[in-house]
């Protein structure tokens, strides 16, 4: 018999029953719960008069909604402001632990988790957000849930699943200078595309991953999902373990041992069988920049925006067309001819303290360009902002003359007042370049920090390898 | 939930693939902390030529004449025909509800993204899939004859077209029986409470940090 994979292994530990229909009732460790698609969840719970299962499986923050300025005046918008308080009200109704808008521990629900030490390897995590895949980085099963979902976990701790498939990626060899955990999954996307995971879980594999931190662990998987996998994971080595000590969510001294322990075992086998594997060079990846309304339309900063007339596929083509009629792009078009008006530095993808030195770097003593409108930087969570601050960040970024603002989901999605106009371009960290999802008719490139950085001093996109 | 077992209706061909739980409903309505009211918001930033808000008088709102759904002859429609990898991205529910409170009952599809596919069953929208060559030829016959319609049976696991050609689907029997008889999923699985209890405690003792 065959190893098994590091999915299996977290699949297996977590059945509570399996079914005869084939269906498998597996159990839920950790519930992340945010605003905007918990609030028809709790109703539904509070309508069949249900209870909360487990209250101290789950914990909360308000994110996508919250303003990133004057948070002290509370949220303008009363819709907004409404669902917002609906949640706090949820939490204090049922006894879930909350980071509301003004607590100092608040943030993107993706980044506060780990942050907190909230996730933990051999965890199922879930959460009504498709980037729940984040949590995988640290050898946990994690994945996105919609709302019935959610008060299926809270009614029951436990949700109703049919096994995926195994996939893994393995990205061997040396990652370049100025090639960062972002550029990695753009490239694995432009390989096998946004539905290529569909159905499976994705294990990130091989010495390049290895290499890179946890931060950069979490930005590779948090983008599994626009791979068409509802979870990527990575495996535990020194590294996990070494940033989880201590955190507050993290076991006590006397069961860290035993803890450890039993996360060493996170691992896929030797002779373990996967249903796909890809092998990706990392020495090979350049920075990556989208140029369509998918992420899979990306190619390297050196390169061009690709001619749909040359795409045999018709429907691809037909969506290749309708994307760069939507961006703006002439085929041919080189990506360093690409001129932008706003830059956005943040989303649960590249909001930590990683991303925000990196950028800082490469701003570092210069100033944005004049033709930029504006270019922000939003912190994942209170405590990166924090640990920001007393590095002396907010003040590279002010004078470069980015604008520093409080933690939440902001320009990534838009639902607060941070957003783009129509036609305007913008080169963002986040990890959706959809038509109108930084705002209705606003034109996305995704890029890493240091991108989004050189591309917000220069006007347009430059290769940060040749930055000096 | 509500059940499904047949539905015979008018068919809107969604000629795009990728198209993602954005565009279905864009993030303005996912304000709302109902269920319900989303249907004139689906597909907005296509369907409308203004930029959407909630609270506005959306039936006012200037028609994009262009976009499918505005065309009279797909008026009434009731089952989406649509690419590859429709529903990718969010994991919004709101998706799914938008396209049910349109008056969307079924989508046929090549393929699905695995979150919305999951949202779908449990809000007894039903997404079919077909192979991408019937799903090319029932576009073919949905824009060249108006008033096309198809039946779909779900305990046959079949879609007829007009001529009578049938088409088998394949579906997870489990899911097959939920959507049947209209089972919500939290009352089955709280028949299972002792199991989820007896987990809970081997759980607690192998993994005491889990619990607090
Ligand atoms: S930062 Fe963006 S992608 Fe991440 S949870 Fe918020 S809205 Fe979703």
């Known amino acids: ?468 | 939930m509500q059940k499904f077992t047949t539905l015979s209706g008018i068919v809107a061909p969604m000629d795009r693939a990728n198209v993602d739980t954005d565009a279905i409903i864009p993030k303005q309505y996912l304000k709302s902390i109902k269920r319900s009211g989303f249907g004139p918001n689906l597909f907005d930033a296509w369907r409308y030529l203004d930029q959407g808000e909630p609270g506005m008088d959306h039936s006012r709102r200037p028609l994009n004449r262009d976009f499918v759904l505005n065309q009279p002859r797909y008026a009434g429609a009731s089952i989406l025909l649509a690419r590859a990898n429709f529903g990718c991205g969010s994991s919004r529910e709101h998706a799914p509800w938008a396209l049910l409170d349109y008056g969307f009952q079924a989508i046929i599809a090549p393929s699905y993204a695995d979150i919305f596919f999951n949202n779908c069953m449990k809000n007894g929208l039903l997404p079919v899939i077909l192979d991408e060559s019937r799903v090319q030829r029932l576009f073919e016959q949905t824009i060249a004859q108006e008033g096309y319609r198809l039946n779909i049976d779900l305990g046959r696991q079949s879609v007829t077209t007009p001529s009578g050609e049938t088409m088998h689907f394949d579906i997870d029997p489990f899911r097959k029986h939920c959507l049947i008889n209209g089972l919500d999923d939290i009352g089955l699985t709280l028949e299972h409470v002792d199991d989820i209890r007896a987990y809970e405690t081997r759980r607690r003792q192998e993994a005491p940090w889990l619990f607090r």
């Open chain 1, 1 to 468: 018999m065959s190893g098994k994979t590091l999915y299996d292994k977290l699949w297996e530990g977590h059945v509570v029953r399996s079914n005869p229909d084939g269906t498998t009732l597996i159990y839920i460790d950790r519930h992340l719960v945010h605003e905007v698609t918990s609030p028809q969840a709790f109703e539904g719970l509070k309508l069949a008069g249900r209870k909360l299962w487990r209250a101290d499986a789950n914990l909360a923050t308000a994110d996508h909604n919250v303003p990133t300025t004057g948070r002290s005046a509370g949220i303008a918008d009363p819709v907004a402001r409404l669902q917002v308080e609906t949640l706090d009200r949820n939490c204090t109704q049922f006894g879930i632990v909350e980071f509301g808008m003004n607590d100092p521990r608040q943030g993107i629900v993706h980044v506060i988790g780990p942050e907190q030490g909230a996730t933990l390897p051999g965890m199922t995590v879930v959460c009504g957000d498709s980037h729940t895949s984040t949590h995988g980085a640290f050898g946990a099963l994690a994945f996105g849930v919609g709302t019935s979902e959610v008060e299926h976990v809270l009614a029951t701790q436990c949700l109703l699943m049919t096994k995926s498939k195994n996939m893994r990626v393995r990205v061997d060899g040396r990652i370049p200078a100025g090639v960062t955990a972002k550029d990695v999954i753009l490239a694995v996307i432009g390989r096998i595309g946004t539905a290529g995971g569909t159905g499976y879980a994705i294990e990130f594999a091989g010495s390049a991953i290895g290499s890179l931190s946890m931060e950069g662990r979490m930005t590779v998987c948090n983008m599994a999902i626009e791979a068409g996998a509802r979870a990527g994971l990575i495996a535990v080595d020194d590294r996990t373990i070494d940033y989880l000590r201590g955190r507050p969510y993290a076991p006590a001294p006397q069961l860290w041992d035993q803890a450890q322990a039993a996360w060493r075992r996170l691992y896929s086998d030797e002779d373990a069988l996967f249903d796909r594997e890809v092998q990706i060079d990392a020495a090979a990846i350049a920075p990556q920049v989208t140029w369509g309304t998918s992420p899979e339309m990306v190619v390297g900063v050196d390169g061009r925006v690709p001619d749909p007339e040359r795409e045999k596929d018709a429907t691809r083509r037909e969506s290749m067309r309708r994307a760069l009629e939507y961006m703006g792009l002439a085929p041919g078009t080189a990506i360093g001819d690409i001129t932008i008006d706003k830059v956005f530095i943040g989303s649960c993808t590249n909001s930590r303290i990683e991303d925000l030195r990196a950028a800082a770097a490469v701003v570092k003593g210069r100033r944005v360009a004049r033709t930029i409108r504006l270019a922000m930087v939003v912190p994942g969570s209170g405590p990166v902002k924090a640990q920001a601050e007393s590095e002396g960040l907010d003040k590279v970024f002010a004078a470069a003359g980015f604008e520093w603002r409080e933690p939440g989901c902001s320009m990534c999605l838009a639902m607060n007042a941070d957003r783009l106009e129509p036609g305007e371009r913008c080169a963002s960290t986040s990890n959706r370049n959809f038509e109108g999802r930084q705002g209705s008719g606003g034109r996305t490139h995704l890029v890493s920090p240091a991108m989004a950085a050189a591309a917000g001093i220069a006007g347009r996109f430059v290769d940060v390898r040749s930055w000096n």
